[in-house]
């Protein structure tokens, strides 16, 4: 009970105060030797409840030890002025994209005059036919085909 005790006291008396986020939260540090190497411990006391998702990003790489030194007052409130450039640069780049999307539709429908699937006639066009006397017809079966193609399948021939 009395180690408890004297870890729990040791615990309290021993820490030093990296820095505060802008959510409440508090970060300590304290040095403690540990089989004859002295480590650094590193935690954050939650302010109210706790919710691992509200510690920033800075500070993670902090506790993470990704970075030696606790990020300084300044240096929090210019990342938190880029993040909100950040932000607002997104919407204004999703509003542009929104207003250039409603210009191209617009432009498309006026100019096709229809809106729906794809132009049949001008893809089948795009590929070149088995002869060069061959037309694109459609078969019986709605499906477009070539004039080689009906002969084959009339005469039961293999293509």
């Known amino acids: 009970m009395s180690k408890l005790f004297a870890r729990i006291a040791g615990f309290f008396s021993n820490r030093t105060f990296a820095g505060a ?3 409440g939260n ?3 540090t304290k040095k403690e030797e540990i089989d004859g190497i002295l480590k650094e411990k590193r935690w954050v006391e939650f ?3 706790q919710d691992p998702t509200s510690v920033p990003v800075e500070w993670i790489c902090w506790l993470n030890r990704q970075r030696k030194r606790a ?3 300044e240096e929090i409130m ?3 002025s880029r993040r909100e450039r950040v932000r607002l640069n997104v919407a204004l780049l999703k509003k542009e994209e929104e207003e250039r999307k409603a210009r191209e539709g617009s432009k498309k429908a006026v100019r096709s005059g229809k809106v729906g699937g794809p132009d049949l006639k001008s893809f089948i066009r795009q590929f070149p036919s ?4 061959d037309k694109v017809e459609q078969a019986s079966d709605g499906r477009w085909v070539t004039q080689t ?4 399948k009339q005469n039961n021939a293999e293509i």
């Open 149 to 152: 193609v009906l002969w084959h």
């Open 71 to 73: 990020p300084t007052p």
């Open 47 to 49: 302010k109210g409840e």
């Open 26 to 28: 508090r970060y300590f």
């Open 78 to 80: 210019e990342l938190e």
């Open 130 to 133: 088995a002869s060069e006397g």
């Open 21 to 23: 986020d802008k959510a």
